[in-house]
């Protein structure tokens, strides 16, 4: 009988200006009334070839690059960097800058999933309330930044051997008068949308993952933990001293955007945890080491990873001996997290899409770069 | 009801209804012959309050309105071509003809009844209608809730995709 | 019943005012114009105390000023003294700007739903009771004519999804159009209840019966206000159903096209029908104009608008708090949820009155079937829910934690005990 009954798919553009697309992020959904029934992605609309332009810069001229990948985590994006410079010059960092390194990568995070998964909750209609409450915390932290790089959403404020510039002296008592509020919207947040039913019906079972699909995606981040898999960068590859720090990987049951939603909220608990723990450890000393300005590493090639808040982030490196690299690679964690959106969309229907996009959380500057 | 107010709503419904019944069939837009066809029942409603009917007035607008013209705009739009013109087909004779001996019948039935006139309003309140629907014409009245119960249960069966289909064959021979 | 006088200055009845100044009327001019100057006194006052005020105040400012506060920010607050004159701003903004009509559009029509969209609007505040005098028109099928009325700005959405040819638009108006369908039905059930309780149709009515058993309609009839409520946030597109506007899914729905004041018609309309049925809400359910006594000293009129803004208050608190169901689960809730529910609630109520009438017994009756009717209605919504496999419990909503990086970890055996 269905053949009688039957409709005619037809192609909608979703993007490249769309209020859910998250930047200019285009979908071309073949849908069938509500349902999706295939999904094509078109990227590129924000692309400005820095990993082109790398190759004519010095290291240190780099590091602003990378705040203008994935702008909303700019500090996470100079630490891979500065990183994978000093594997390859062999540079090591002092314990401060260590610290201190840690402190902002964390907040970073923190700040990134306010966005995160204050953004999710728009996109499944909860509107406009969320976002603003998490907004009102990050604004917090953007305050930090500003008090310690002179810039909020482009810090530019790693440094290849450490940071740039000491911290300032109210930044201990800053930070600190943070974590309180912070605690209470995180719980907020998920009073309000986790015990909710209808985001509960929204993001439950929708957009799954499955455990094997994530690894064989090489997905990464809460994308990867959603499913189920424990594994965080700052475990299993620990960097910048992470390995002195008590926390836990949060790690969802099955994979839906639900799961990846809460692993952000819990993921921010942990970021306060390690917060507090490197506040108290704070070492003295100083905060980098001096590095020449045209920095020459030996050739060779270096890769460097860190867990930024959208995942594994991983910065390539060659350095055939002179001032800039030979090449200039970044493993962008939301262009391969994105790769699995037509697997998350196809069967669904347009709602659903709009979730399964909200809950990879990506940053379009970094898909493009 | 009477007085010159009355006869002034009369005209106006009356050209507006028989303007929105042409607009019916002269729009070669399907969508646009259902909007005047909207309007048409509009028009059917406001002779409806002149008669002091309100509740069947009501009703007009409820079930016309509401429902089957928006069943008539669903069916538009989910077929297939469903913005094809109000084009020329070989009926169109047929239905001229049809078109005339009907209306020829409906002349000659006004023409030689005797309509009564009533002075005062007629007792027609929704409590007496619905007296009258469970006592008198009870059983046109569940013929026809049969008849509808039929209906729904048929559009479900016409619209059932074949895996649920073959689902619930599994489930009686298990 | 009332203490209010037949003196003109008495404004505790704002209908003395009027009598006196078409009696004026009537005896100096021809009777007709007393027919055409009433309508006239009616919609300026009806303006002038309850339509501009709400439309502008509570709708357009107070709305955006109580979103504001839910979203920890202040909302508009520069035009004017705290903002005040942002509605005005707003609209001289809207009257400025060009309505754009796409190429491929379907112009006529596309300039017509605006149009179709308002006058509905006008209409349905028509049949409110404002006061124990201060209806417009007194309908005996009051609460069918509303019913029927509320039906037609769908099909003007649905012209203008359809005739500005966009797919976001036509997404928007076929939504539109399947809800109001679906959520009609168990809306019109259970007005059917209030119905069959007050055995009336006529809203002065229903306000008189809740007056004079000084019991609401919302504590007799509790499933029906639930439902209600639920129906028709759904029809009037309001957040967590507001599918045929979900702007974080189709844009705008059946407004992306429109601009300028064509789109602030929709948008002004859209809190009209929003107050409408706040009015009417208040009207069946909370007592209409009447107070407990309240009413012979407060004006009714004072009362009765208090009750609607009150009403329309929900409606900003659940948007500003609520997420938005998908358009399946929408269907399914009014189907599957609803429906049976208000079958089961048409059928108590009817037994109910069928023992009141056939017992004969007193008024005092309806406080016990108040007290069956909230023990039911609970009762029924639980149950049903457990019924329909509603189980919130069955995965945690808090993620597991582990200590150690490693692969998959499943779900059968967390280790650290998943909090």
Known sequence: MSEIVQSEPFVMNIGPQHPSTHGVFRVKATVDGEQVVDAEMVIGYLHRSMEKLAEERTYTQNIPFTDRTDYLSSMSNNLGYCLAVEKLAGIDVPPRGQAIRVIMAELQRLASHCM????????????????????????????????????????????????????????????????????????????????????????????????????????????????????????????CGYEQYDFEIPIGYQGDAYDRFIVRLEEMRQSLRIIEQALDGLPGGPHSTEVPLSLRPPAGEAYARIESPRGELGYYLVSDEGPSPYRFHIRPPSLINLSVLKEMTVGGSIADAIVALGS?????????? | MEGAGVQIAFWVLSVLTLVAAGGVMASRNLLHAVLFLIVTFIGVAGFFVLLSAEFIAMAQ?????????????????????????????????????????????????????????????????????????????VLPFEIASVLLTAALVGAIMLVRSETEENEDVADVDA | MSLATDHWYDFRDLSNLSRVILEGIDKVAPYELAYIVA??????????????????????YGERRIIGRIQARRGPNRVGPFGLLQPVADAIKLLQKEALTPKVA??????????????????????????????????????????????????????????????????????????????????????????????????????????????????????????????????????PTDIAEAESEIVAGYLTEYSGMRWG??????????????????????????????????????????????????????????????????????WKFLLPLAVVNLFLVSLERLWWLEAGLGDGMVFAFAGINIVF????????????????????????LVQKAGGYVPVEDPPGGGK
């Open chain 1, 116 to 239: 995160g998964a204050g953004a999710f909750a728009n996109d499944t209609g909860a509107w406009q309330t969320p976002i603003m409450w998490f907004m009102r915390e990050r604004e917090k932290i953007l305050d930090i930044f500003e008090l310690t790089s002179g810039a909020r959403l482009t810090c530019n404020y790693m440094r290849i051997g450490g940071v740039a510039f000491e911290i300032p002296e109210d930044f201990e008592e800053q930070v600190r008068a943070l974590i309180g509020p912070m605690r209470e919207t995180i719980a907020d947040g998920e009073g309000l949308l986790s015990g909710n039913e209808i985001f509960l019906v929204r993001a439950r079972n929708v957009a799954v993952i499955p455990p094997e699909l994530a690894i064989n995606a090489s997905l990464s981040g809460p994308m990867l933990r959603g499913s189920g898999i424990a594994w965080d960068i700052r475990k299993a590859d620990p960097y």
């Open chain 1, 360 to 369: 990879i959380d990506i940053v379009v500057g970094e898909i493009d770069r």
């Open chain 2, 61 to 137: 607008i409820v079930i016309y309105v509401g429902a089957i013209s928006v069943l008539i705009l669903f069916a538009i739009v989910l077929t297939p071509q469903s913005v094809r013109d109000n084009s020329e087909t070989a009926m169109v004779g047929p239905a001229i003809l049809l078109g005339i001996a009907l209306s020829t019948i409906f002349l000659f039935v006004i023409h030689d009844t005797a309509w009564p006139t009533t002075n005062g309003t007629p007792a027609l309140s929704a409590s007496a209608l619905g007296q009258a629907l469970l006592s008198t014409w």
């Open chain 3, 39 to 60: 309508p006239i006194i009616g919609f300026v006052a009806a303006f002038v105390i309850f339509v501009l005020p709400s439309q502008l105040y509570v709708g357009v």
């Open chain 3, 106 to 239: 379907d112009k006529a029509l596309m300039w017509a739903a605006p149009v179709f969209f308002v006058a509905p609007c006008v209409l349905l505040f028509a049949v409110i009771p404002f006061g124990p005098r201060m209806v417009f028109a007194d309908v005996p099928a009051g609460l069918i004519f509303f019913i029927g009325v509320s039906g037609l700005p769908v099909l003007a959405a649905f012209i203008a999804g359809w005739s500005s040819n966009n797919k976001y638009s036509l997404f928007g108006a076929m939504r539109i159009v399947a809800m109001s369908v679906s959520y009609e039905v168990p809306l019109v059930l259970m007005l059917l209840c209030v119905v069959v309780f007050t055995n009336s149709m006529s809203l002065p009515a229903i306000v008189e019966f809740q007056r004079e058993t000084d019991l609401w309609l919302i504590f007799m009839q509790p499933l029906a206000f639930v439902v209600y409520f639920i129906a028709v946030s759904a029809e009037l597109n309001r957040t």
């Open chain 3, 265 to 334: 018609l929709f948008y002004g309309m859209d809190i009209g029908y929003a107050l409408a049925a706040a009015a009417f809400a208040s009207t069946i359910f909370l007592g209409g104009w009447s107070m407990w006594g309240l009413e012979q000293w407060v004006p009714p009129w004072l009362i009765f608008i208090a009750k609607t803004h009150l009403f329309y208050l929900v409606f900003i608190w659940t948007r500003g708090t609520l997420p938005r169901l998908r358009v399946d689960q929408l269907m399914g809730f009014a």
């Open chain 3, 377 to 400: 209605s609970a009762v029924a919504i639980f149950l049903w829910a457990r019924f329909l496999g509603y189980r919130p419990e069955s995965i945690p909503t808090r993620p597991r």
